[in-house]
């Protein structure tokens, strides 16, 4: 289990986490089915983070999804996405747990949801 399934399962009882290592395995499960929220990293192998949200911006998805990057030219590339989407926002590496709890409670504050209030605590 990494470090952000980690997180989520602490911090959010009601989350089921999906995890994949291979971004286009990732692809073809969001061509599946809609998650309730997504959480992508901006640099992977095949697909990066940055083609898979502006892919979803395309399809106009609007569940909550948090691009996460280290490197300063995944933000600069993704910003006319994230200006366009509210749904979507970035959050800079290395953050810490309350960077990303804070993130997700920001989202799921905002959302229509129902199914994605499980979280406990306030943000």
Request: with cysteine; glycine share 0%; hydrophobic share 45%.
């Given at each position: 289990?990494?470090?952000?399934?980690?997180?989520?399962?602490?911090?959010?009882e009601n989350f089921t986490v999906q995890a994949f290592q291979d971004s286009k395995e990732a692809?073809?499960?969001l061509l599946r089915a809609d998650p309730d929220f997504l959480i992508v990293d901006g640099v992977m192998a095949g697909l990066t983070g940055v083609d898979i949200v502006r892919r979803l911006v395309d399809r106009k998805a609007?569940?909550?999804?948090?691009?996460v990057s280290g490197y300063p030219p995944v933000q600069q590339s993704v910003q006319e996405?994230?200006?366009e989407a509210p749904?979507?926002?970035f959050l800079r590496k290395p953050f810490t747990s309350e960077e990303l709890y804070g993130e997700i409670c920001k989202h799921l504050?905002?959302?229509d949801n129902p199914q994605q209030q499980g979280w406990n605590g306030e943000p």
């Open positions: 289990m990494d470090y952000l399934e980690l997180i989520i399962r602490d911090r959010f692809w073809r499960e609007t569940y909550p999804i948090i691009l996405c994230l200006d749904n979507i926002s504050a905002t959302s």
